[in-house]
T-cell receptor, first 109, second 117 residues
Framework: GQNIDQPTEMTATEGAIVQINCTYQ??????LFWYQQHAGEAPTFLSY????GLEEKGRFSSFLSRSKGYSYLLLKELQMKDSASYLC??????????FGAGTTVTVRA | ETGVTQTPRHLVMGMTNKKSLKCEQH?????MYWYKQSAKKPLELMFV???????ENNSVPSRFSPECPNSSHLFLHLHTLQPEDSALYLC????????????????FGPGTRLLVL
């Protein structure tokens, strides 16, 4: 089975940095994805990690520690348009994704 | 990317109705997925098709019936639904079902917001 935990909500100020943590307990872990979903819209792919370490893509970075069952998504230089839900998803050996419930980030001016 | 389209965007149906949701991907992908998204809950995988063959039926009630006539189109046929089936139904596609994280990265459509009365 799998258990994926993320905080439900986070609030931050425009221009600041926010870190969204994701912890997981799963059999057959084989990679982790992050998606962004604006209200009423489709989830859009942000990043994936399969090896330990940090993957940087512009203002967004994602980190993975397989031994700790832990990942985070780091959003830098926050903009109002970053207000959205961020979904952590674990890929298992059967190639299927299991999603967390998502973290709603609100960026305030 | 917005290469995955879904129709209708909104649907209201009674419990005795029959309706179908349609998904089309314009990305040349080989795998397609149906997910259910309920408020404050994780996305739930319903069905997976790879090269038009169903590879996953995730214990979904038979009132949901998928159809994949070709690799670009995916349908979800609905029959005698229950109010608790009201949710956002998302379609996604990926280059392949298996083959590494790049090929398996899923791209989602905008969803169909379903309300069952």
């Amino acid at each position: 089975g799998q258990n994926i935990d993320q905080p439900t909500e986070m609030t931050a100020t425009e221009g600041a940095i926010v870190q969204i943590n994701c912890t997981y307990q799963t059999s057959g872990f084989n990679g982790l994805f992050w998606y962004q979903q604006h209200a009423g819209e489709a989830p859009t792919f942000l990043s994936y990690n399969v090896l330990d370490g940090l993957e940087e893509k512009g203002r967004f970075s994602s980190f993975l520690s397989r031994s700790k069952g832990y990942s985070y998504l780091l959003l830098k230089e926050l903009q109002m348009k970053d207000s959205a839900s961020y979904l952590c998803a674990v890929r298992k050996n059967d190639y299927k994704l299991s999603f967390g419930a998502g973290t709603t980030v609100t960026v305030r001016a | 990317e917005t290469g995955v389209t879904q129709t209708p965007r909104h649907l209201v149906m009674g419990m005795t109705n029959k309706k179908s949701l349609k998904c089309e991907q314009h990305l040349g992908h080989n795998a397609m997925y149906w997910y259910k998204q309920s408020a404050k809950k994780p996305l739930e995988l319903m069905f997976v098709y790879s090269l038009e063959e169903r590879v996953e039926n995730n214990s979904v009630p038979s009132r949901f019936s998928p159809e994949c006539p070709n690799s670009s189109h995916l349908f979800l046929h609905l029959h005698t639904l229950q109010p608790e089936d009201s949710a956002l139904y998302l379609c996604a596609s990926s280059q392949d079902f298996a083959g590494g994280l790049y090929q398996e990265t899923q791209y989602f459509g905008p969803g169909t917001r379903l309300l069952v009365l």
